[in-house]
């Protein structure tokens, strides 16, 4: 992402990644991406709006439909008002308040808990299928989500890059800064905070597990122990980022489906003349729109039960193929707009067939790292054969569109 494709969209001049696909392809992969973006993103909306709901439910008491409620006009005011640079400049003071207060979590969980041999002792007369949370590398028959096989191939090699290069709240922060050498080195240190996830995420989990088995929901783990483990001053600075953290993902998700749709949908299709002043104030009421209908879809959300599972598996119903035709159109100059809309919509059929039959097609209990696999293959296999029967792609869709022939500068 920080040395092949972030310079790469830099030096396309592309504000959103339909837009590239648009120009390297044809419109309507731009279209269908932009409304497959657009509605994936407003469901997120309802999701982070979930999450903030459980927070505020367990530390404060607040009904669930009102800390909704809250967080949606917080969010939308902000945003509406200041863009992304004010979506940037929270997510940055956020985002140090939240590592801080989870790497406070660490240590006075592992303080009450005994240390490690405390967690894995409690850990182990408490989980029922106490083999797995110990082991890093799960063999690749077990019913469990995250075997080898499908963190390997579902995630190491489609969901996690798609989401550095594919994913539009991520892409556009690259695209937002100074220059091109400031967005690689936004994107590599970014990468050296992910390093950290494990001590302070995945570690306070166990700790949590360990500690409070009586929870019945695992979403409620972290906003018990920073009610019952830190100090009450440091509890409502830490409960602060921690709401602020939910919020940045609603802000960077409503940013990103406001420029989406103002700029792929449109500008392109609705009015193709329209002046900067005029996306500007359509791009408002997109926000406004956004932030409205996420109300209702954190409804849908909560039904759903566990919020990482639904993400990832509306995300694998459609990475794969993005990844696919993003990829090849990037870095092999005779794949054409034939190849893209067969491997993309091949792709999409792929994965729905395989969402829908999950049950007989599949032992994991949440299969969504396999599905993303293999519609990633079955668009790969699509795009590129289809690409190699018709005829080659004209130099307006390449030059300067494939890493071949881009220029510097």
């Keep these: 992402a920080a040395f092949i494709f972030v310079p790469f969209f830099w030096k396309a001049k592309v504000f959103t990644v339909p837009e590239y696909l648009g120009r390297r392809f044809n419109e309507t992969i731009r279209t269908t991406m932009a409304l497959i973006w657009g509605l994936f993103m407003c469901a997120m909306l309802g999701t982070f709006l979930y999450a903030a709901a459980i927070a505020m439910e367990n530390l404060m008491g607040l009904p669930p439909w009102l800390s909704v409620i809250i967080t949606a006009i917080v969010v939308g005011l902000y945003t509406f008002s200041g863009g992304l640079r004010a979506v940037v400049i929270t997510d940055a003071v956020q985002f140090v308040i939240l590592f801080l207060g989870s790497a406070l979590i660490l240590v006075f969980g592992f303080n009450k808990i005994g240390g490690i041999e405390g967690l894995m002792n409690a850990v182990d007369t408490t989980a029922p299928g106490k083999e797995h949370y110990f082991h890093l590398i799960l063999k690749g028959d077990t019913p469990h989500p995250f075997s080898w096989s499908a963190v390997l191939f579902g995630l190491a090699f489609v969901l996690s890059p798609a989401y550095w290069i594919g994913n539009q709240a991520i892409v556009q922060r690259n695209l937002g800064t100074k220059s091109q050498r400031d967005a690689k080195k936004s994107v590599l240190f970014g990468a050296f905070l992910k390093l950290f996830i494990p001590a302070i995420i995945v ?28 100090p009450p001053g440091v509890k409502g600075i830490v409960f602060a980022g921690f709401l602020a ?12 489906a406001s420029t989406l749709w103002t700029m792929d949908i449109y500008k392109r299709h609705i009015k193709k003349d329209a002046t900067s002043t005029e996306l500007f104030k359509v791009g408002k009421i997109l926000t406004a729109s956004f932030i409205i209908m996420a109300i209702p879809l954190a409804y849908i959300a909560a039904k759903f039960g566990n919020i990482f599972s639904y993400m990832q598996t509306l995300l694998s119903l459609f990475q794969g193929p993005t990844l696919a035709i993003l990829v090849l159109g990037m870095l092999y100059k005779r794949t054409n707009s034939k190849g893209a809309m067969t491997g993309l919509f091949g792709g999409l059929a792929v994965s729905s067939f395989l969402f829908y039959f999950k049950d007989l097609l599949f032992i994991a209990t949440d299969p969504f790292l396999y599905i993303a696999w293999w519609s990633f293959v079955a668009s790969l296999i699509l795009t590129y054969g289809v690409s190699m029967l018709t005829l080659k792609p004209s130099v307006k869709n390449t030059e300067g569109l494939c890493y071949t022939t881009l220029k510097d500068g």
């Design 245 to 256: 953290a939910l919020m940045s993902s609603v802000d960077s998700y409503l940013n990103s």
């Design 203 to 230: 570690i306070p989990g166990m700790i949590g597990f360990g500690l409070y088995p009586h929870l019945e929901d695992g979403q409620e783990v972290f906003p018990h122990m920073l009610k019952v483990l830190l």
